[in-house]
């Protein structure tokens, strides 16, 4: 089945320590976008690439990084640099066009808790 | 820039009771329009979209239509279920802003049996 996988869906860590997130699909779609959701809250865009080897920052970049060596594989590393990193992480993938406008496909989540 | 603004929850209703969830939307082209729904602890999915003016986007008994001239793309069902509790995000996706999403911030639903 064609989908995306996000590990783990729940992640612990300390104040002070990076943590990466993985997010991998087999939908063969050529863009890839990381989301933060806090409780009750919309979602807010962190990074996303659009083509293997290039990214850009989203709305809430700072404290966060991201690769793309692999058309599959969108890693996110919240870094220490994170002020307030606790919340449910999403990432998402699409088609890419330049004229149509194609929807997301969005993964189950990872729900990180730093303490 | 771009803009979406949904109508605040938590929306409670009883089974079998009409739905209405109101979205308007502030955009510098010519958007897409979708709604995604999120069940609690998952992802979000997508419900349905629109992709120019008058298109009515259907799914699973839910239905919006895409109007420009008052650039509104309200969800309604006839008969909601309490399986249909969950949160819904309006959202648009807009040429000129390279695809990117732009997300409401989300209507809970909760319906009682």
């Known amino acids: 089945d064609g989908g995306i996988t996000q590990s783990p869906k729940y992640l612990f860590r300390k104040e002070g320590q990076n943590v990466t997130l993985s997010c991998e699909q087999n939908l063969n779609h050529d863009a890839m976008y990381w989301y933060r959701q806090d409780p009750g809250q919309g979602l807010r865009l962190i990074y996303y690439s659009q083509i293997v080897n290039d990214f850009q920052k989203g709305d809430i970049a700072e404290g966060y990084s991201v690769s793309r060596e692999k058309k599959e594989s969108f890693p996110l590393t919240v870094t220490s640099a994170q002020k307030n990193p606790t919340a449910f992480y999403l990432c998402a993938s699409s088609i890419t066009s330049g004229t149509r406008q194609y929807e997301q496909y969005f993964g189950p989540g990872t729900r990180l808790t730093v303490t | 820039g771009n803009s979406v603004t949904q109508m605040e929850g938590p929306v409670t209703l009883s089974e079998e009771a009409f739905l209405t969830i109101n979205c308007t939307y502030t955009a510098t082209g010519y958007p897409s329009l979708f709604w995604y729904v999120q069940y609690p602890g998952e992802g979000l999915q997508l419900l349905l979209k629109a992709t120019k003016a008058d298109d009515k986007g259907s799914n699973k008994g839910f239905e919006a239509t895409y109007r420009k001239e008052t650039t509104s793309f309200h969800l309604e069902k006839g008969s909601v279920q309490v399986s249909d509790s969950a949160v819904y995000f309006c959202?648009?996706?807009?040429?000129?802003?390279?695809?990117?999403?732009?997300f409401g911030g989300g209507t809970r639903l909760m319906v009682k049996p």
């Open positions: 959202a648009l996706s807009d040429r000129n802003a390279g695809n990117m999403l732009t």
